[in-house]
């Protein structure tokens, strides 16, 4: 199995940046795709980002052209730049790995993410 842990999250004002990371452990699939998921309180978990081993990066409408995704395969960890930050981009922001070879999904437990006005 692999293990995920979030980390990076912190309150910041709008107009601030964070950079969080995703670090993972144990048996990392090789052929996977990582996504950044976030759920605020009375919302439903939306994607934020997916990027797949090989393939075109996925941004969802409201954070395409602020985030970033990046992988760091030494280190086994996938980034998150978020920039321009504003205040709907407060929730618990989660990492998810996608195993393809056995159709299965593994998450961290997330680390939050508040923006102020």
């Known amino acids: 199995q692999v293990q995920l842990v979030e980390s990076g999250g912190g309150l910041v004002q709008a107009g601030g940046s964070l950079r969080l990371a995703c670090v993972a452990s144990?048996?990392?699939?090789?052929?996977?795709?990582m996504a950044w998921y976030r759920q605020a309180p009375g919302k439903q978990r939306e994607l934020v980002v997916s990027?797949?081993?090989?393939?075109?990066?996925y941004y969802a409408n409201s954070v395409k052209g602020r985030f970033t995704i990046s992988r760091d395969n030494a280190n086994n960890t996938v980034h998150l730049q978020m920039n321009s930050l504003k205040p709907e981009d407060t929730a618990r922001y989660y990492c998810?790995?996608?195993?393809?070879?056995?159709?299965?999904?593994?998450w961290g437990p997330g680390t939050q993410v508040t923006v102020s006005s």
């Open positions: 998810k790995i996608h195993d393809w070879a056995t159709m299965y999904d593994s």
């Open positions: 990027m797949p081993s090989s393939g075109a990066i």
């Open positions: 144990g048996s990392i699939p090789s052929i996977n795709t």
